[in-house]
Structure formats: structure tokens, C-alpha cells
């Protein structure tokens, strides 16, 4: 058993942050806080080659400098006819201030180039979560579909319009913030890490 009163979610992204809380929200007697509630103003630099070690490096850093435990995500989109791009710069696609707007546009542009409407892809999520500084867990999170060259739908975040996941006609963009939090890529892998922190709690 440990007595794990706080959690820092190692992120300044607003929705990233709303989403893990929501789905996090059971844990009533663990403080979920973000950096901003935490009083931690720094952006940690990505630039790990893999989405583990990105991930790794903002949980380490916020760790390094709170003592407190902490989770941090990376999330990339893997796009099949761009042979997995943008992948692990999926955030910075197309520039490093680029919006959401800029990054689909971007998509939409290669896919394009290539005379095609849509591809196969996948979203992929990797939480690294840190309660000391040589103890490190990760969990991974798949959620199989395609990317599409119309932006469909306002909800959401990121590339949530182009993408419609497997058995549905949807895409992220078009679902309600619960039907996302049930099968996104995200949902997937904080469900393994909530199924370890039920463990590490009891």
C-alpha cells in the first residue's frame, strides 16, 4: 500500500488536463493538480525520439523538482500513408507555434499530395508515471482508424476532426466528451494506469 495523496498532471495543455481529470475523477481521495495548480510555470522541452521517452522526460523534470508523484503523457498520430507521420510530432506538425487549425491543414495537405481522401492510422498514448526517481511505470493506450481530408465536428482537440475510429461513422470531433472518454486512445491507457493505482492505493 502507499499513501499517495497527490498526483501532478505534468501538462499546461487546458483540454489534455480536463480530459485526464475526467476520466480520472474517481479517485476522490487523490488531489489531481496540474502544473498551473501546483505552482510549476515551465514548459518541459519534447524532444525525445519516441513518445515513451518524452513522456519520460516531462514526468522526470516535474518530479525532479516536486518530490510529488507524477503522470505525463505523450500522444502522437500515426498516419499509414505518411509512413507514421506526424508520430512524435504530431503537436508541432507543421511548425513549432503551429495551432491545432495549422496542424490539420498540414495533414490534409500531405494526404492530399498523394491524391488520397483518407488513411489508415492510429492514435497512440504513453503515460509515464513517476513516484521516485528511479521507479518509473508505463502505459500505452491504441485506438485504430482513419484520418480523413474534411474537418468534421467541434469538440475535441488536436486532430479530432480528421479522425474516425474503428466501428464508428463518427469523428472524434462528432462525439460527446463521454463517448470520447470510453474508447479514445487517451481513456485506454489512463484505464491501465488507474487499474495499477487501485493496486498501489488499496
Known amino acids: 500500500m502507499s499513501n499517495i495523496e497527490k498526483i501532478i498532471?505534468?501538462?499546461n495543455n487546458k483540454h489534455k488536463i480536463s480530459e485526464l481529470k475526467s476520466i480520472l475523477n474517481g479517485f476522490s481521495n487523490v488531489q489531481l493538480l496540474s502544473l498551473e495548480e501546483a505552482n510549476?510555470?515551465?514548459d518541459v522541452e519534447?524532444?525525445?525520439?519516441t513518445l515513451n521517452e518524452n513522456a519520460y522526460l516531462k514526468a522526470s523534470e516535474?518530479?525532479?523538482?516536486?518530490?510529488v508523484p507524477v503522470i505525463a503523457d505523450d500522444s502522437g498520430l500515426f498516419v499509414e500513408a505518411l509512413d507514421g507521420e506526424p508520430g512524435v510530432y504530431s503537436s508541432r506538425?507543421?511548425?513549432l507555434s503551429a495551432t491545432y487549425s495549422d496542424n490539420c491543414e498540414k495533414l490534409i495537405s500531405e494526404l492530399k499530395k498523394k491524391n488520397l481522401t483518407?488513411?489508415?492510422?492510429?492514435?497512440?498514448?504513453?503515460i509515464c508515471f513517476m513516484d521516485d526517481k528511479n521507479n518509473e511505470k508505463y502505459f500505452e493506450g491504441i485506438v485504430k482508424g482513419k484520418i480523413?481530408?474534411?474537418?468534421l465536428g467541434d469538440k475535441g482537440f488536436g486532430y479530432d476532426p480528421l479522425f474516425i475510429p474503428e466501428g464508428l461513422d463518427k469523428t472524434f470531433a462528432q462525439l460527446t466528451d463521454e463517448e470520447k472518454n470510453k474508447l479514445s486512445h487517451r481513456?485506454?491507457?489512463v484505464y491501465k494506469f488507474t487499474e495499477f493505482l487501485k493496486k498501489l492505493i488499496q
Open 40 to 42: 510549476i510555470f515551465i
Open 93 to 95: 506538425y507543421a511548425g
Open 46 to 49: 519534447e524532444t525525445g525520439n
Open 148 to 151: 480523413i481530408t474534411e474537418q
Open 62 to 67: 516535474i518530479f525532479n523538482i516536486t518530490g
Open 118 to 126: 483518407e488513411s489508415n492510422a492510429e492514435f497512440r498514448t504513453v
Open 9 to 11: 498532471l505534468a501538462s
Open 187 to 189: 481513456a485506454n491507457a
